[in-house]
């Protein structure tokens, strides 16, 4: 993986984020859903929401502003792209990912830190589930660019 870029296709606990799968192609992301939520490392993420139609990603738990984005609207939103080299079962990859900064969709929903501790955010994390039950945790200072020099992307297409 380059340095600049970290390239996560499905996201996002404290903040809770859900993602999206691959469309038939394997080009881009299908209508497939998505759910992310913020909370302070001590609180669990809620569970009750609705079902998310394909296509969804949702932000939620300790957020000012909890909302459903749908693919098209992300495809909407300024994108970067990230160059990525990993290992899988398949052997070397390389790919370029295109989408939203992880951060910019998760401030819109305002995310609420305990401001009564010193770098309160620190204390937050988004944890993301993504189509196939995929998984990923992310501290918030990785994707706050005020604490971290690298993006994360919610990606909407590969290659």
Same mark, same amino acid.
């Given at each position: 993986m380059n340095r600049g870029a970290a390239v996560a296709v499905f996201a996002a606990g404290g903040l809770?984020?859900?993602?999206?799968g691959q469309s038939d192609d394997g080009k881009g992301y299908?209508?497939? =859903?998505?759910?992310? *939520?913020? #909370? &302070?490392?001590?609180? =669990?993420?809620?569970? *009750?929401? #609705? &079902?998310?139609?394909?296509?969804?990603v949702r932000v939620a738990g300790e957020?000012?502003?909890?909302?459903?984005?749908?693919?098209?609207?992300l495809r909407k939103l300024p994108q970067t792209s990230a160059a990525v080299k990993f290992?899988?079962?398949?052997?070397?990859?390389?790919?370029?990912?295109?989408?939203?900064l992880l951060n910019d969709v998760l401030k819109t929903a305002e995310p609420r830190f305990d401001q009564g501790k010193k770098n309160g955010q620190l204390r937050g994390f988004v944890a993301a589930t993504g189509g196939g039950d995929y998984r990923a945790v992310f501290a918030w200072a990785e994707i706050d660019p005020a604490f971290a020099k690298s993006q994360v992307l919610l990606a909407v297409s590969e290659d």
């Open positions: 809770l984020l859900a993602g999206c299908q209508e497939g =859903a998505a759910t992310a *939520s913020t #909370a &302070p490392s001590t609180s =669990a993420p809620a569970t *009750s929401a #609705a &079902p998310l139609k394909p296509g969804e957020v000012g502003k909890p909302y459903t984005v749908t693919l098209a609207e290992t899988s079962a398949k052997g070397e990859q390389e790919h370029t990912y295109q989408g939203v």
